[in-house]
């Protein structure tokens, strides 16, 4: 599923292509709408929309996706209004209710220069949002329907440049100010932030005569001007109550609140900074989109403590995977099931009394979308009750109607400079969504935000609320050591139970743990969390734990700066009725499991055959570049004394089984196995390189065994070269790599920790592990790094069932075996290239003759199975059909001794 940021970049391409057409509506349309859903990583012919299928009054539609979207096209040179008759219409006659489909709930129309997105149901006067071909990438979100009909769009005039312009304006004034050290560092991100509230009151009309703005053109005019002292001043009155002192360009303050300035902040600027105040005052900041503070956050915090905290910017496409199921679906199902004014004068208060909590909040997007949608669902609320009274003569309650509160949103961060940007967020979002809903509380003084609070919040105790959204930090386990210290991993393993894994693991068990029957959450982590040890941490605890997956996507990569790939993941807690709808990658399911596939749950979970043992392992782990040679080094040392050999061999990497026609070692390695040091004395001149280049490295390893084993590799893999021993040759394949390609290996070439050992010199079982089946098994169990699959013995070859076959079966998968490997050598040796080259082209089209002798072998292991012919290369079938296997294996059922024969 595509993240925000590449729906963007996808339409940045397609605006480039279609600005310039000028043809009619007929040539292109279908085109430019089939590209445009291609744009949003859908297919318009898998999702349902038809061309030209429904023919109404008003003529064909041009487009139709039934319940869900009606599409007028007109030529680039005809006005949007010309196609009013035909989009109402169209909608009025979209409906068929024998067939049970509802009247499409958006309508768009579209002359490839300008956009029209209507809602007839909710708001038949006047469209939700008009833009141009130009602004569509900046509008991406309005459209976001076409990614998934569940997903909510967003719309509102988000204008993106004006926004980052914005923010970089006021990162550029910060890093001014810390870097000539111009107060304490707490003071100067105070500052900015009352600066930043200013400037955004002063545009909304909550200062009146523009008083920061004024003071600032006073201080330029100066000879000497003292920022400290009258910015200083107009801070201080703004916590202060009462008229005293309010006077000249004061006059227009109110009192604020003790939160945002009980510390007013004075910072003395330079001519420069107060020009580029001056500057950022231009700004039109009632068109500022608050989730600017992605950004800012970025600018206030630095790179490299983003980088330790694993804090992420978020774009509101993503959020709304979240908010959406999480929040806005429940209600608004709730609210279209009224069908009295008095059960929707219940759910207001119902909805005015939800709470919503953000445990790692950051700047607090994840909020203020939250904040946002409430209030949308309120207006919804209110809305519904006018119609439900004018249907049923039924007066609505007279008085003013409760709003949804900004204290209800709570919110949790580590840092104390995110929770200020949070909540100067929220109060900015408050006075916008009373602009664009109606009447709330009154934004000044400031709501109290102290629900969004400082504290670390996997030790807090987390408030009680109705729903948990967010964007845990992410950070591998590897690096959680060096980022949080020794005492604060002793105390996360023994608080959680679980060991060391990436930190969003945990807050996925604390929301489960602080949720309640049928309440709701909705989280992003690292796709780790559904794969192996990370799901059984997680996943498998929600899910163990009541827990039912509603909604997910199962990896995206994830915009910015972080170079992950995630989950997205939606789940109510032991729910009263089960839930009846799932979706899985913008995809209506049956239901989902723990590992984010399609599944009920009570799917059998693979288990480990103790027949497979001792026959995978991941290569040595060498604890020292020392110990790698060159190969003129290496040859030098075995012409110098052919006994060398014996500890000097070639090493193998997965690159190498890869990128190299001949998927041969690279390098060279000085490997004395298990030998003593009085033995390895015999290699002499091969131990003295040991002693000059690893031992002064080892000397200060923490592990004993490094440093009073200095000549052995790190992590020898003595049942590795138990199981090889006698083998004149080895199954090898990459541990990590975008393809899964396997190689045989001489005896003597010694493999990498990068490399995967099968302990097998046998064509037949060469055979099973190239098949379709051994993949598909294991992209369904390995964890991924990116994109790349993750090969992990204990998790794929260990659970992986192996077939039965008969004598005849067993030759003919050797047969195709030798006849794959045979031709796939002499292809990579005529092109000079490696197998990853190969098989890209044979994916394109090339290599026909590959193709099919792959084809060949799996159709003759899925005969080994006893599978139809059709299943030989189709991943999801083959894991259901291993799956079963296994389970059978597992049980008894099944008498398995795979390597009997």
């Known amino acids: 599923m595509k993240s925000g940021l590449e729906i963007q970049l996808a339409l940045e391409k397609f605006v480039k292509k279609w600005s310039v057409y000028a043809g009619s509506e ?27 299928d429904f023919k109404s009054s008003a003529g064909f539609m041009d487009l139709h996706w039934p319940g869900v979207l009606i599409v007028e096209m007109k030529a680039p040179t005809v006005a949007l209004e010309k196609a009013k008759d035909q989009r109402v219409k169209y909608w009025q006659e979209s409906s068929d209710s024998k067939a049970g489909i509802p009247a499409a709930r ?41 990614q998934s009909d569940t997903i909510e769009p967003v719309f509102s005039e988000h204008r993106r440049e004006l926004t980052a312009d914005a923010a970089e304006h006021v990162a550029v004034l910060y890093t001014s100010m810390a870097d000539r050290s111009a107060a304490p560092i707490d003071e100067i991100q105070r500052f900015t932030m009352q600066l930043v509230w200013c400037l955004f009151a002063e545009d909304l009309g909550m200062l009146d005569g523009f008083p920061l703005q004024a003071t600032v053109d006073t201080l330029l005019a100066e000879k000497d001007p003292d920022s400290s002292r009258d910015i200083g001043h107009l801070f201080t009155l703004l916590n202060q109550k009462g008229d005293h002192n309010r006077k000249g360009r004061y006059s227009g303050t109110r009192y604020v609140n003790g939160e945002l300035f009980a510390k007013p902040a004075a910072v003395y600027l330079t001519r420069d900074e107060l020009e580029h105040l001056r500057a950022a005052a231009e700004f039109n900041w009632r068109e500022v989109n608050p989730t600017i503070f992605g950004s800012l956050l970025e600018g206030v915090l630095g790179e490299d403590r983003r980088a330790e905290l694993g804090a992420h910017y978020t774009h509101e496409a993503d959020i709304m995977k979240i908010v959406t199921p999480t929040i806005v679906r429940p209600w608004r199902d709730r609210i279209e099931s009224a069908s009295t004014v008095s059960q929707a004068r219940e759910l207001l208060d119902e909805l005015c009394a939800f709470t919503v909590l953000d445990p790692a909040c950051g700047c607090g997007n994840f909020l203020y979308v939250a904040y946002r949608e409430l209030r949308s669902l309120e207006f919804e609320i209110k809305q519904r009750m006018t119609r439900l009274a004018q249907e049923t003569g039924v007066p609505v309650q007279k008085g003013p109607l409760p709003y949804y509160p900004l204290s209800n949103i709570r919110g949790i961060d580590i840092e104390r400079i995110a929770v200020l940007i949070a909540r100067v967020t929220l109060w900015m979002g408050h006075r916008q969504m009373i602009e664009r809903f109606g009447e709330a509380e009154p934004v000044l003084p400031l709501v109290d935000l102290s629900g969004i609070r400082v504290a670390d919040a996997l030790r807090a105790d987390w408030p009680e609320v109705d729903a948990i959204i967010g964007n845990p930090p992410f950070l591998g386990s590897q690096l959680l050591r060096k980022a949080l210290g020794d005492g604060y991993l002793k105390w996360l393993s023994k608080a959680f139970g679980v060991g060391v894994k990436d930190l969003c693991v945990y807050w996925f068990r604390k929301a489960n743990e602080n ?4 309440q709701r959450a909705g989280l992003v982590g690292t796709n780790s969390i559904m794969q192996n040890r990370g799901r059984e941490a997680s996943l498998d605890y929600i899910v163990r734990n009541g827990g039912v997956i509603t909604d997910a996507v199962s990896t995206q990569k994830w915009p910015g700066e972080a170079k992950v790939h995630v989950s997205i993941v ?13 979706e899985l990658d913008g995809e209506k399911v049956d239901g989902i499991t723990s590992s984010l596939t399609i599944g009920t749950g009570d799917e059998w979970a693979p288990l480990a055959l103790p027949q497979n043992r001792d026959r995978a392992f991941q290569g040595p782990v060498v604890v020292g570049a020392g110990f790698i040679l060159d190969e003129d080094e290496a040859l030098g040392l075995v012409a110098a004394d052919p006994g060398n050999r014996d500890v000097v061999r070639p090493y193998l990497v997965g690159d190498d089984i890869a990128a190299r026609p001949e998927q041969d070692p690279s390098r060279w390695v000085i490997d004395f196995a298990q030998r003593g040091l009085e033995t390895a004395s015999k290699f002499p001149q091969v131990l003295s390189i040991v002693r000059d280049r690893v031992k002064p490295f080892r000397d200060f390893a923490r592990r004993d065994a490094y440093r009073t084993k200095w000549w052995q590799f790190g992590e020898a893999r003595v049942g590795m070269r138990a199981a090889l021993e006698g083998m004149p040759r080895y199954a090898s394949v990459g541990r990590v790599g975008k393809r899964m390609l396997l190689a045989w290996q001489d005896a003597w070439t010694c493999p990498s920790d990068l490399v995967i050992v ?11 592990l190239m098949s379709a089946a051994h993949e598909a098994w294991a992209r369904a169990r390995s964890s991924t790094l990116e994109t790349r699959l993750r090969y992990t013995p204990s998790s794929v070859f260990e659970t992986f069932p192996w077939p039965d076959p008969t004598t005849a079966q067993r030759r003919a998968i050797a047969e195709s075996s030798v006849d794959l490997y045979s031709r796939r050598s002499e292809l990579c040796v005529e092109y000079g290239m490696g197998l990853t080259k190969l098989y890209n082209l044979m994916d394109e089209g090339g290599f026909a003759e590959l193709a099919a002798l792959h084809k060949r072998l799996d159709e003759a292991v899925a005969e080994a199975y006893g599978w139809p012919k059709g299943d030989a290369q189709d991943a999801a079938r083959i894991v259901a059909h291993l799956t079963e296997l296994n389970r059978r294996i597992a049980q008894g059922e099944v008498d398995y001794h795979p390597f009997d024969g």
């Open 26 to 52: 007929r040539a292109e349309a279908q085109t430019f709408l089939n590209e445009l859903f291609a744009a949003y990583g859908s297919d318009r012919g898998e999702v349902g929309a038809l061309f030209e």
């Open 570 to 582: 939606n789940w109510v807690k032991n729910p009263a009725v089960a839930p009846s709808e799932f």
């Open 758 to 768: 099968f302990s097998f010199d046998d064509d037949y079982s060469m055979g099973v």
């Open 515 to 518: 949720l309640k029957p049928g």
């Open 106 to 146: 958006w309508v768009i129309a579209c002359n490839f220069r300008e956009f029209e997105i209507w809602e007839p149901g909710r708001f038949p006067n006047e469209p939700r949002l008009r833009f141009s071909l130009e602004e569509l990438p900046d509008h991406y979100d309005a459209l976001l329907f076409l």
